[in-house]
């Protein structure tokens, strides 16, 4: 079974930009949760996706946005980058009812 | 909010020793799970722990579910240079009315050979 890929995993952009990342969940799971990594604050949740409906969100501010498509492959998208957004971005699925989250191999932003 | 602690930070260990990490909390939690991260790449799921005083191993790994809930340990038997990286805990509960995942700090562990 194929786990969860990511696109694109490296991608460099200039501050005031925005940018949309894509993942695709492992076959058969619905929920897609998307976390933020950096060295000084480790993971952070942005937010879950189930059934196209977000079923969960962080704190993070309104610039950071997602969604999910009837396929489960779900987008994040943000706008208005700055500096401080520079960091790995990973995407996690799970099957329905179970929490194994199961991690893509991320996106690596740079934020110029 | 909820935060997990994890310790040690960082672990300096010759080639065959064995390793002890685990994760606190003030926080009940319902699922415990231990993920390994290498460079550059996403965490990779190692063990899941779901009841109370759970015992699970995964070959050379073997992680427990704290009686209070609270808490969780990863143990590493006979470390080899491929253990090297970061490991995770993972606590799922109610927070704020939703089921959710809180992570912990990580520990990175480092192996000389």
């Known amino acids: 079974k194929a786990g969860v890929t990511q696109t694109p995993r490296y991608l460099i952009k200039t501050r005031g930009q925005q940018v949309t990342l894509s993942c695709s969940p492992i076959?058969?799971?619905?929920?897609v949760s998307w976390y933020q990594q950096t060295p000084g604050q480790g993971l952070q949740f942005l937010f879950e996706y189930f059934s196209e409906t977000q079923r969960n969100k962080g704190n993070f501010p309104g610039r950071f946005s997602g969604r999910q498509f009837s396929n489960s492959r779900s987008e994040m998208n943000v706008s208005t980058l700055e500096l401080g957004d520079s960091a790995l971005y990973l995407c996690?699925?799970?099957?329905?009812?179970?929490?194994?989250?199961?991690f893509g191999p991320g996106t690596r932003l740079t934020v110029t | 909010g909820q935060q997990l602690n994890q310790s040690p930070q960082s672990m300096f260990i010759q080639e065959g020793e064995d390793v002890s990490m685990n994760c606190t909390s003030s926080s009940i939690f319902n699922t415990w799970l231990w993920y390994k991260q290498d460079p550059g790449e996403g965490p990779v799921l190692l063990i899941a722990l779901y009841k109370a005083g759970e015992l699970t191993s995964n070959g050379r790994l073997t992680a427990q579910f704290g009686i209070t809930r609270k808490d969780s340990f990863l143990n590493i038997s006979a470390s080899i240079p491929s253990d090297v990286g970061i490991y995770f805990c993972a606590g799922r509960s109610w927070i704020q009315g939703a089921q959710k995942l809180v992570f912990g700090q990580g520990t990175r562990l480092t192996i000389n050979p």
């Open positions: 996690a699925s799970s099957k329905d009812n179970s929490y194994e989250q199961y």
């Open positions: 076959s058969g799971h619905r929920s």
